[in-house]
């Protein structure tokens, strides 16, 4: 049974900074992309972040390129989620998703993602 694991959220002021892990187990994550995606209330769940299953490409969403880094240590089947210079609009439930398949070198489409974890809520205060 495949599992994803959030953890790192929580409240920050505008400009500062949180990390976020996703722990996985299940599968062999180390050939897989992963991706991080955000939802706001009533919005619906935006790509955030994806990164190849070794590291050498990622691909940002634009509203957050040059804040946030994402990254993965496949020793360790976690994938993270550095976020610094956050704003308020950052607010959001942060999850992590693993695709379907491990044919291409990411995914920016949530509907190629099978596997989610449970989310993880981060709020930024103005």
């Known amino acids: 049974q495949v599992q994803l694991a959030e953890s790192g959220g929580g409240l920050v002021q505008a400009g500062g900074s949180l990390k976020l892990s996703c722990a996985g187990s299940?599968?062999?994550?180390?050939?897989?992309?992963m991706a991080w995606f955000r939802q706001a209330p009533g919005k619906e769940r935006e790509f955030v972040a994806a990164i190849s299953w070794s590291g050498s490409m990622i691909y940002y969403a634009d509203s957050v390129k040059g804040r946030f880094t994402i990254s993965r240590d496949n020793a360790k089947n976690t994938v993270y989620l550095q976020m610094n210079s956050l704003k308020p609009e950052d607010t959001a439930v942060y999850y992590c998703?693993?695709?379907?398949?491990?044919?291409?070198?990411?995914?920016?489409?949530?509907?190629?993602?099978?596997?989610w974890g449970q989310g993880t809520q981060v709020t930024v205060s103005s």
């Open positions: 998703a693993s695709p379907y398949y491990s044919g291409r070198d990411y995914y920016t489409d949530k509907d190629d993602y099978g596997y």
């Open positions: 299940g599968r062999t994550f180390s050939i897989y992309a």
